[in-house]
């Protein structure tokens, strides 16, 4: 079993940052990509940022692009999201995910990714 767990959620101001973590245990497996996924009240999750574990390659939704970034830590399967200027449509919980390979439908997609962990709450005030 693999779990993956998120920490560094919390209450900010607009234009305040946060950075996230996600760290996996468990039974070893090899990812192909990690990536952010978020779901405010009332909507669908959607993507926010991903990274390919080999050359890094990165991605984001536009909503969040030149704000978020996204990087891998030098532990195996640990990932970061750095958050800047965040704004309160930026209110959601913030899932991490692990993808063992890439699927037909890419990284932007919710079905791609294999491992999801609980989330962590992430509140922007205005």
């Known amino acids: 079993q693999v779990q993956l767990v998120e920490s560094g959620g919390g209450l900010v101001q607009a234009g305040g940052s946060l950075r996230l973590s996600c760290a996996a245990s468990?039974?070893?497996?090899?990812?192909?990509?990690m990536g952010w996924f978020r779901q405010a009240p009332g909507k669908v999750r959607e993507f926010v940022a991903a990274?390919?574990?080999?050359?890094?390659?990165?991605h984001y939704a536009d909503s969040v692009k030149g704000r978020f970034t996204i990087s891998r830590g030098n532990a195996k399967n640990t990932v970061f999201l750095q958050m800047n200027s965040l704004e309160p449509e930026d209110t959601a919980v913030y899932y991490c995910a692990a993808a063992a390979r890439l699927g037909p439908r890419g990284l932007r997609i919710g079905t791609t990714y294999d491992y999801w962990g609980q989330g962590t709450q992430v509140t922007v005030s205005s």
């Open positions: 468990g039974r070893t497996f090899s990812s192909y990509a």
């Open positions: 990274i390919t574990w080999t050359g890094g390659t990165t």
